[in-house]
């Protein structure tokens, strides 16, 4: 027996109309013209999509009259009579959102919305014109112009409570005058207003702009607005920004990478910043004496000018981010100061840093009075200053200076050259990423920048040879298999904080080692003994280079030594210098060294007889050419007892042991970072054995 399926069919070819009476449809109906609704209600159209043209014209104008949430081609809403938006739904228990696909039209003093007790609609998407003639679309869902094959026009006169661009190519404000009255959302697309067709921002309403979205021209602002940025991305702002600086009043960066300014901006009650808010060009001004919020102190800062007009005395008065502060103690300590600018820009040298040898981050400190008149003295102020340090990231700032980080200190630039201030200890905060110290006693405005004392600028150039990856006839070259062999870098995942000799070196944390410079053969340790003062000896950890340079984990040959490990004012100069290595034997400069500027340039050759104690004896000899014999540290030592480790240390013995030799038959075939791979190619063979029995003691 076959279903019999009941439709209620109504064919509208001209005009139908329904008066005094409610609209209940159960079945469906097929609009090819117009449907008026002039009084009563529509309580149910159970289909999903209505064609034609539907008007709801209802009169009364304290009568509520529902609008069915469903699909229409085209939606007309007139005269005073309310209408409200229901909230049926889908089979899926979802609400579903009433849809326009040809044109939404509200005329005559019409109220169109989403509020009423016990309705919770969802939001209104329009998606071709619409027209709004002296007319309300009220409620707290948004009327969504929503495109993403053509542009829209949009012909408003009337008011919005929330009015969604969502047009990628874009909403053309083709008849203009009508109001926001809460919020204003640009989410994709550009929102192409202009003077001749502009709008207004009515008092206390909130402008929020997505990534991938814009205001073509600024609207008129009745009083105050707040905006939002959003989405994944970066953004320049556009037309939402005010002109009159006290008409902004909250202001939240949240969107994931950087707003860029394209005009001045000011704040005048909240600043919260998610991302990096970059001022390079126009000043971001805060009026509000209460600190700016950064919700992400691993990523979130202002770089740029900014200026804060209100600065309170006896607290931080914070810039650009959590770390960056001025602080008054009272009323004479802020002398006749009423705004302060800092122009601090996020991994920029310093403008007067030629050499770039100071921390990636300027400092440009100003002051003004009641009058606007700059200020340079009479005042004194704790300042405190960050800056960005991880080994490991992109945005690092500190410019190779991290095995100096205890030293860094600020300086101000006096014309000609840099002037040591006595600023604090810099603290690192690690889980975010941060260096920050504080000056004191800042008592002038001017420019600053991070760096090392200028009363300590000395060197060392040395470079040594290893016999185990010496390349025969390479006339000084080595192999570089720990750090591009079969393996993969060994230098990172074979490095042990508790191996010798990489345990010597004190105040080192290995997890902050991510990369090591290209070419390198392994590490060594470089340490350097007082010669007066046997208590003062301090160690390097660094890198030997493929032609024998042994250079830092920048890669740089200038090996710094810091104000911490030896300060000449307290101090001889003179240091006896050992170079450690895991399996070659040790060695010592034959006479101290001076750590003095003046031998900056000096190259120390440790694979020289005529330079390291005990040499030709305490050396190997790997190459003969015609006019030099080559000379390298010899292979073979496995440090496992105490003997062992006292021979390297006092570099009393170059030669093997037993030991040293025979526990690589043990490990034949094993592959790593291993203390008796003589070789240094990352897998025990017989070779490595060959080494240290040719370098035993007789």
Not at 43 to 59: N, P, V
Not at 225 to 246: H, K, R
Request: hydrophobic share 35%; charged share 20%.
């Amino acid at each position: 027996m076959k279903k019999l399926i009941l439709h209620i069919a109504i064919f509208v070819l001209g005009v139908a109309f329904a008066n005094s009476q409610t609209l209940n449809s159960s079945g469906k109906i097929e609009n090819m013209g117009t449907i008026k609704i002039k009084s009563g209600q529509v309580t149910k159209l159970a289909q999903d999509t209505i064609d034609g043209r539907f008007e709801m014209l209802q009169q009364p104008l304290n009568t509520f009259f529902s609008v069915p949430n469903i699909v229409y081609g085209q939606l007309v809403i007139k005269n005073k009579g309310k209408k409200i938006i229901l909230d049926e739904k889908d089979q899926f228990g979802r609400i579903k959102k009433l849809i326009v696909r040809d044109s939404l039209i509200m005329a005559d003093s019409a109220r169109f919305g989403v509020n009423y007790i016990g309705l919770n609609p969802e939001v209104v998407i329009a998606q071709s014109s619409v027209t709004n003639n002296e007319s309300a679309y009220q409620g707290k869902r948004d009327l969504v112009m929503q495109n993403y094959v053509m542009q829209q026009d949009l012909l408003a006169n009337g008011k919005f409570s929330r009015l969604n661009i969502d047009n990628p190519f874009g909403v053309n404000v083709k008849t203009g005058g009508f109001e926001i009255t809460e919020k204003l959302t640009l989410t994709k697309g550009e929102l192409q207003n202009s003077t001749a067709n502009n709008f207004t921002m009515k008092d206390s309403t909130e402008i929020e702009r997505f990534v991938g979205a814009s205001l073509a021209e600024t609207p008129k602002f009745e009083n105050n607005v707040n905006i939002t940025y959003s989405g994944v991305g970066s953004l320049v702002t556009s037309g939402e920004v005010p002109p009159n600086p006290t008409t902004l009043r909250n202001l939240k960066v949240n969107n994931t990478d950087s707003l860029i300014l394209s005009k001045n901006i000011t704040v005048n009650d909240t600043l919260q910043i998610r991302a990096k808010l970059l001022a390079l060009a126009d000043t971001l001004t805060y009026t509000n004496s209460r600190n700016p919020i950064y919700l992400d102190s691993s990523y979130s800062e202002v770089s740029g000018y900014f200026r804060r007009t209100s600065i309170p005395t006896g607290q931080n008065v914070v810039f650009h981010n959590p770390y960056t502060f001025v602080n008054f103690a009272d009323a004479q300590a802020i002398g006749s100061i009423q705004e302060i600018l800092l122009d601090i820009r996020y991994r920029t040298f310093h403008k007067y840093d030629v050499s770039n040898s100071k921390v990636q981050r300027s400092f440009d400190f100003y002051a003004f009075d009641i009058n606007g008149d700059e200020i340079f003295g009479g005042f004194t102020a704790d300042f405190g200053f960050g800056w960005r340090v991880d080994t490991n990231y992109w945005n690092d700032e500190t410019n190779q200076l991290i095995s100096s980080f205890n030293e860094l200190i600020l300086q101000k630039w006096n014309g000609l050259d840099y002037d040591d201030l006595e600023s604090t200890l810099p603290a690192l905060d690690d889980p975010n990423n941060w260096g920050h110290s504080n000056y004191f006693t800042l008592n002038s405005t001017g420019s600053y920048a991070i760096g090392l004392s200028s009363l300590l600028s000395i060197f060392v150039q040395s470079k040594v040879l290893l016999e185990g990856s010496y390349i025969p006839n390479s006339q000084g070259r080595m192999r570089m298999d720990m750090w591009n062999g079969r393996q993969g870098n060994l230098l990172l995942t074979g490095l042990n904080q508790n191996q010798f000799p990489i345990n010597l070196v004190k105040n080192i944390d290995i997890t902050q080692i991510k990369s090591v410079p290209d070419s390198v053969v392994d590490w060594v340790v470089v340490e350097f003994r007082n010669s007066t003062d046997p208590n003062l000896k301090f160690s390097k950890l660094l890198l030997v280079r493929y032609d024998g340079r042994i250079v830092d984990i920048y890669g740089n040959p200038n090996v710094r030594i810091s104000k911490n490990e030896f300060d000449p004012k307290i101090h001889d100069s003179s240091f006896d210098v050992v170079i450690f290595h895991r399996n070659h034997a040790s060695v010592k400069s034959l006479t101290p060294i001076e750590l003095i500027a003046e031998n900056n340039t000096r190259e120390y050759n440790f694979s020289s007889t005529d330079f390291v104690m005990g040499a030709p004896a305490s050396l190997k000899l790997v190459d003969i050419s015609t006019d030099k014999n080559i000379y390298a540290l010899r292979a073979g030592y496995y440090v496992n007892d105490t003997q062992s480790l006292s021979n390297m240390l006092n570099v009393l013995n170059p030669f093997t042991q037993r030991d040293d030799h025979l526990v690589v038959w043990n490990n034949v075939s094993t592959f790593g970072y291993m203390m008796f791979d003589y070789d240094m190619d990352g897998i025990i063979t017989t070779r490595d054995f060959n080494m240290s029995w040719n370098n035993r003691e007789e």
